[in-house]
């Protein structure tokens, strides 16, 4: 007997490969003329400025610049900033997050599985440059991302990597490892923090070969070992999600133990222990509206974390504590409250660009605007961390893209609309005949 697909689900697809069909392919010789450039980098803010663009990179920045045959956009002082980091999510790898067909974020192998640890586990190979969840944060000015990987039976999820949002298929840089301490990991690790740096000293101690090879104790496969190997010589970043002063404090004197490179996402008592991640020259990725003690690891959050983290020398970064993957566009909303809270507004705009860019390293690419770097361009309506804004343009290497997503398709469908045709208002689906 043949299965049909739902109506609904049908007209999901169709739009999908539609949007994905009008991304341009062209690069072209562009001119943004008379913008307020935020480099995100060394020159700052610059007002009444030019940026030239050529076979894809930033070719010029500065006044009065030769359009030749450029296409020229008139900015007439609107902000041009680099496309915006979207937080770590699961753009790309979660279509809809009540339906398990359509995620790949999370490997779930069982309590009783026999090596339950795969840090081999790689959901950049899950990725869908296709999905309809990445038109809807790409209209929204968000460049790139950081692909999350979690595990129901293991505090280490797996690895991921940042992945530009221009329809490539391919990571934009290296690969991280995930990593959840403290009460998100209890679950995975005896009911007990206490339990999770043995776990990991044992699993560091394997993959480094100091135990026996038939030793009962083994938890990881060759392929696990080998997956380990980069992060162990400090060559690959680790990504830990904690949010508790004690967890952290223990977490860099194991990293520092180790000769570990780590990177903080939750952080939410991080401003406790501000000067000791400075020290330790740790970024951290805070969601700046956790405010309230959701649970005993966060009891000392506050709105002035991500101002109190920047003011000690730490360099601060945005991802939203949860359901970040449809709500991406939210993310400079959370800098604009950080910068509400004593956050100079220049290093929200860091931490939404620089900062992540630099972390995950890719920001000799991405997250800066300077000679060089990708044209990976946002044009906005006003101030980028005001929610009144929106993106009016956004390039990606020099191209521009059709401002078109799944929910412009719905709600010009369904918005009423007065023409002459549509009977005074009334959407076509609703028209009486």
């Known amino acids: 007997m043949s299965r049909r697909l739902p109506r609904a689900l049908t007209r999901l697809l169709v739009t999908g490969a539609l949007i994905a069909a009008t991304l341009p392919v062209a690069a072209q010789t562009v001119l943004i003329r008379g913008a307020t450039v935020h480099t995100a980098g060394a020159q700052g803010s610059l007002q009444n400025t030019d940026v030239l663009v050529r076979n894809g990179r930033i070719a010029g920045i500065g006044a009065g610049l030769s359009a030749g045959d450029a296409q020229v956009v008139e900015a007439q002082g609107r902000p041009l900033t680099p496309t915006l980091f979207g937080g770590v999510t699961g753009i790309g790898i979660e279509e809809v997050s009540g339906e398990s067909g359509t995620r790949d974020d999370r490997l779930s192998l069982g309590d009783d599985s026999h090596m339950a640890v795969r840090p081999e586990f790689d959901v950049t190979l899950a990725f869908n440059p296709d999905s309809i969840v990445i038109p809807v944060a790409r209209v929204e000015g ?84 080998r997956a380990l190997a980069p992060y162990l010589d400090g060559r690959g970043t680790i990504v830990v999600g904690v949010n508790r002063a004690s967890d ?29 991640l400075a020290a330790a020259n740790v ?56 910068v509400a809270h004593g956050l100079p507004w220049e290093a929200g705009l860091a931490g939404l660009t620089r900062v992540p860019a630099e972390t995950l390293g890719v920001g000799d690419a991405i997250g800066t605007i300077a000679v060089g770097r990708k044209a990976d361009l946002v044009l906005w309506s006003g101030d980028p961390l005001d929610v009144n804004s929106t993106a009016d343009q956004v390039w990606f290497d020099g191209r521009a893209i059709e401002m078109r997503s799944r929910q412009t398709e719905l709600r010009d469908r369904y918005l009423p609309q007065a023409t002459p045709a549509n009977e005074g208002g009334m959407p076509r689906a609703y028209r009486k005949r």
């Open 142 to 225: 968000i460049g790139f991302t950081l692909i999350s990987a979690g595990s129901g039976s293991s505090i280490i999820g797996g690895q991921g990597a940042v992945m530009r949002l221009d329809g490539s298929e391919e990571p934009a840089g290296p690969k991280v490892l995930y990593l959840s301490l403290g009460a998100d990991g209890a679950a995975q690790s005896g009911s007990s923090r206490a339990a999770q740096w043995m776990i990991l000293d044992q699993l560091i101690d394997e993959a480094r070969g100091r135990l026996p090879a038939d030793s009962h104790v083994a938890a990881l496969t060759p392929a696990g070992k």
């Open 248 to 276: 952290i404090r223990q977490l860099l004197r194991w990293s520092k133990r180790h000769n570990l490179r780590i990177a903080i996402r939750g952080a939410a008592e991080g401003w406790r222990v501000a000067s000791e």
């Open 283 to 338: 970024p951290v990725f805070v969601d700046p509206l956790v405010n309230l003690p959701s649970d005993f690891d966060q009891i000392g959050a506050t709105l002035e974390n991500a101002a109190r983290l920047q003011a000690a020398g730490v360099r601060v970064g945005f991802a939203q504590a949860s359901d970040a993957s449809h709500n991406a566009r939210k993310l400079r909303q959370l800098a604009g409250n950080a």
